[in-house]
């Protein structure tokens, strides 16, 4: 069954850029069907989308996000992956990868999530 | 943005009872291709969210018939039909009407009495 993964540095510095990458396993990530994106959660609140990419490489970027996210896919990796540059405290939180059905609209298949400290 | 609320915040239940989340969005949730794109999600104690409901009603693929989606325009409704100790966590409804800016509502605590 398919299954994602995040990786990355638990620990970046202020000012710095957070990258993360999104593993897809028992399946391809170049699906017609599907969009592939990354979701935070701050300790103690709520979600928050950054946006989606199509394994084509289109990518949906949240607009109150957009200036400082990129999401790139590399289809050969079956990876696709999150860079938010300029972090502050407040980018503290679990991060998210997901599936998302195009046609459903909804995030049906989620990573075990990764947290990531924004520390000096 | 389309703000997404939820209410109770927290609703305590006897297992075996029903249990009502209720979901409001500020502007219609009705996308111009006719879908309306609001789902539920549940989010067990240090698990990632689970997708239960999609477009307001439908099942996503294992989760038992118990859980049910209604709705309409701005107002929606979880509900599970007789609580079971496994459905402890939190609730989370979210829209995917204005994708890509996709909102979530801030969630309803289900917990046993």
């Known amino acids: 069954q398919l299954q994602l993964q995040e990786s990355g540095p638990g620990l970046v510095k202020p000012s710095e850029t957070l990258s993360l990458t999104c593993t897809v396993s028992?399946?391809?990530?170049?699906?017609?069907?599907?969009?592939w994106g990354w979701i935070r959660q701050p300790p103690g609140k709520g979600l928050e989308c950054f946006g989606s990419?199509?394994?084509?490489?289109?990518?949906f970027y949240n607009p109150s996000l957009k200036s400082r996210v990129t999401i790139s896919v590399d289809t050969s990796k079956n990876q696709f992956s999150l860079k938010l540059s300029s972090v502050t405290a407040a980018d503290t939180a679990v991060y998210y990868c997901?599936?998302?059905?195009?046609?459903?609209?909804?995030?049906?298949?989620w990573g075990q999530g990764t947290m990531v400290t924004v520390s000096s | 943005d389309i703000v997404m609320t939820q209410t109770p915040l927290s609703s305590p239940v006897t297992l075996g009872q029903p249990a009502s989340i209720s979901c409001r969005s500020s502007?219609?949730?009705?996308?111009?291709?006719?879908?309306?794109?609001l789902s539920w999600l549940q989010q067990r104690p240090g698990q990632p969210p689970r997708l239960l409901i999609y477009?307001?009603?439908n099942r996503f693929s294992g989760v038992p018939d118990r859980f049910s989606g209604s709705g309409a325009g701005t107002d929606f409704t979880l509900n599970i039909s007789r609580v079971e100790a496994e459905d402890v966590g939190i609730y989370y409804c979210?829209?995917?009407?204005?994708?890509?800016?996709?909102?979530f509502g801030q969630g309803t605590r289900l917990e046993i009495k």
């Open positions: 997901a599936r998302r059905h195009k046609d459903g609209g909804a995030y049906d298949i």
């Open positions: 028992g399946g391809s990530i170049s699906s017609k069907d599907y969009y």
């Open positions: 990419i199509y394994y084509r490489g289109t990518t």
């Open positions: 502007q219609s949730l009705v996308h111009s291709d006719g879908n309306t794109y």
């Open positions: 477009k307001i009603s």
């Open positions: 979210m829209q995917a009407t204005q994708f890509p800016h996709d909102t």
